[in-house]
């Protein structure tokens, strides 16, 4: 269980198999926009309206219940935009592992994390869904890829 309440999905297969470099990098890039999407989701929950899907139109009951997913362009499409236009996938590298208990993946270069950030900020369209829709429907439109929270 999360500090925040939630239930994290886990499997012991994906622990022991170790990420190739383009995952890394995708994991690294959603690390670093942690706070934008964060922000998103506080200035959802503190609007004093309703919550809405903007996937189904229907309530989102509870802040447990609330993702906040990328809109067209989709985060793969953004992390790839950016990813090409700054040489590749292997011009990025990754930040070795701290060893400090709790970690996660990081890009070297905080000068092209920064640069991706504020990509990420201006491109961005971040919408509030149902953590159902963002964990399945989603998922499964969007080829298989990762929630944005």
Same mark, same amino acid.
Request: charged share 25%; with cysteine.
């Given at each position: 269980?999360?500090? *925040?309440?939630?239930? !994290? ?7 022991? /198999?170790?990420? &190739? ?12 926009? /942690? ?8 200035? /959802?929950?503190?609007?004093?309206? @309703? ?6 139109? #229907?309530?989102? @009951?509870?802040?447990? $219940? ?7 362009? #989709? ?5 790839? %935009?950016?990813?090409? +236009? ?12 701290? &060893?400090?208990?709790? +970690?996660?993946? %990081?890009? $070297?270069?905080?000068?092209?994390? &920064? ?12 919408? @509030? ?6 964990? +399945? *429907?989603?998922?499964? !439109?969007? &080829? !298989?890829?990762? @929630?944005? +929270?």
């Amino acid at each position: 269980m999360r500090l *925040d309440g939630e239930v !994290a999905d886990f499997s012991w297969n994906a622990c022991l /198999t170790p990420l &190739g470099h383009r995952a890394q990098v995708l994991a690294a890039l959603r690390h670093a926009i /942690t706070d934008q999407v964060a922000a998103v989701r506080n200035r /959802t929950l503190n609007t004093g309206q @309703p919550l809405v899907c903007s996937v189904t139109g #229907t309530p989102i @009951p509870s802040a447990a $219940e609330l993702h906040i997913d990328h809109a067209a362009p #989709t985060f793969l499409d953004l992390a790839d %935009e950016f990813i090409a +236009s700054n040489g590749g996938v292997d011009a990025f590298r990754i930040l070795p592992d701290s &060893g400090a208990g709790v +970690s996660y993946i %990081e890009l $070297e270069d905080k000068t092209l994390e &920064g640069r991706w950030q504020d990509h990420h900020r201006e491109r961005a369209v971040l919408r @509030p869904v149902l953590k159902r829709i963002n964990l +399945s *429907d989603l998922r499964r !439109a969007d &080829g !298989a890829r990762t @929630p944005a +929270s």
